[in-house]
Every structure is written in structure tokens, then in C-alpha cells.
């Protein structure tokens, strides 16, 4: 069954360094997100992307943020200078057309430390 | 804007017990419903949805029933499993309202549930 697999599954990084979290989305699909849930509240949109551009970002989502699909395979997102508060599980996804359909990836969790 | 409220968890139950699990969401359109599971280290997975009122989704034996007039898509199961221990989300989601459109889903809070046998 096609899966969306993220890597890696967990990352410890010092407050101020950059990060990749890296997604493979199921091949076919067309639409691809990022979310995340700090621990112990809800799951955040942060990010859709279609057409090789931002669809939709949240407020969450600010100049320390950035996602690329570089090779049309990978879909990664780039925390420039990550904070204490950007330890979260981060889940990417990706659909064929509407979110709701969405297949999610295991999760990277990310702790900065 | 849209939002997602679930009963506070942590829910335990025993093996065979009916479960509920309460949701309600103010939106300001027409969304979807979802529910979604995560099983312990692995991501979301869609359980079941609904797309208009009135409308059941069903899988795996739960059921939530679409309802407008309360803004309610409450999750059962008549005979929990041990096997059924994850956590819960309920979501609401538009479809694409263009070919270009990524629409996002809007989550609650989650549901822990664990089943003792």
C-alpha cells in the first residue's frame, strides 16, 4: 500500500540551527502539507502547496519557514533558526484532491534544545 | 473562523465496552467531517468521513453521523478492542475549491483512548 514516509523520525537540534524534515508524498498525489502538534495540544496546519508553489500558510508559518519539492519526489521543510518553541511532532501529507482524503506520514519529532 | 472541540481525554475503557467520543465544530461553510486515528508510532490515518448532513461514515465498526443541527459528528463503537487504543482526531475539511486550491484541515485536540482487556 503506498505509504508517505518522513525522515528522519526524530531530530535533536540547538536552539538557532537550521533544520530539513524530508517527505517522500505518495507518488500520484498533487497536493502536500505540513502540520504539527506541540506536545499535548492540537494538530496545526502550517503549510499546503500545489503547483510547485504555497497554496495556503498559516500564521504559524513565518519568514523562519520555508518548504521546496526539489526533485519532485522529496518534500522538505526548512526551519531557518529553529526556537525552543518549534519542538513539535511535524506530520507532512499529501492528497490527490481534497484535504480530507489527506494520507499523513509517522511524523518527525523535533526537540530543540 | 472553523473550529474543532473533542471530549477531554484520556478515555479508558474495558474490552467489549461502548465507546463515545464527542465532537462538535463551528464552521462558517458547508465542511466535511473526518475522523482520523493514530496508532502508537505511526501517523494519521483517515477512519472514516462524512461530507454532508445527515451522512454516516462508517469503518472498522465506528460509526459518526453528520449532524447540522447540533454541529456534532460524535465517534462510536458498539464493542471496543484492545487493539482499537490510539488516539482520536476529529477534523473538518473543504474540498479543493479550484484545481489550485490545497485546502487545509482544521483538527481538535485528540483523544487518547485505551482499551484494558
Known amino acids: 500500500e503506498p505509504e508517505v514516509t518522513q525522515t528522519p523520525s526524530h531530530q535533536v537540534t540547538q536552539m538557532g540551527q537550521e533544520v530539513i524534515l524530508r517527505c517522500v508524498p505518495i507518488s500520484n498525489h498533487l497536493y502536500f502539507y505540513w502540520y504539527r502538534q506541540i506536545l499535548g495540544q492540537k494538530v496545526e496546519f502550517l503549510v499546503s502547496f500545489y503547483n510547485n508553489e504555497i497554496s495556503e500558510k498559516s500564521e504559524i508559518f513565518d519568514d523562519q519557514f520555508s518548504v521546496e519539492r526539489p526533485d519532485g519526489s522529496n518534500f522538505t521543510l526548512k526551519i531557518r533558526s529553529t526556537k525552543l518553541e518549534d519542538s513539535a511532532m511535524y506530520f507532512c501529507?499529501?492528497?490527490?484532491?481534497?484535504?480530507?482524503?489527506?494520507?499523513f506520514g509517522q511524523g518527525t519529532r523535533l526537540t530543540v534544545v | 473562523g472553523d473550529s474543532v472541540t473533542q471530549m477531554e481525554g484520556p478515555v479508558t475503557l474495558s474490552e467489549e465496552a461502548f465507546l463515545t467520543i464527542n465532537c462538535t465544530y463551528t464552521a462558517t461553510g458547508y465542511p466535511s467531517l473526518f475522523w482520523y486515528v493514530q496508532y502508537p508510532g505511526e501517523g494519521l490515518q483517515l477512519l472514516l468521513k462524512?461530507?454532508?448532513?445527515?451522512d454516516k461514515g462508517s469503518n472498522k465498526g465506528f460509526e459518526a453521523t453528520y449532524r447540522k443541527e447540533t454541529t456534532s459528528f460524535h465517534l462510536e463503537k458498539g464493542s471496543v478492542q484492545v487493539s482499537d487504543s490510539a488516539v482520536y482526531f476529529c477534523?473538518?475539511?473543504?474540498?479543493?475549491?479550484?484545481?489550485?486550491?490545497?485546502?487545509?484541515?482544521?483538527f481538535g485536540s485528540g483523544t487518547q483512548l485505551t482499551v484494558l482487556p
Open positions: 462524512a461530507t454532508k448532513a445527515d
Open positions: 477534523a473538518l475539511g473543504y474540498p479543493a475549491i479550484s484545481s489550485g486550491s490545497a485546502r487545509q484541515l482544521t
Open positions: 501529507a499529501s492528497s490527490v484532491r481534497t484535504a480530507g482524503e489527506a494520507f
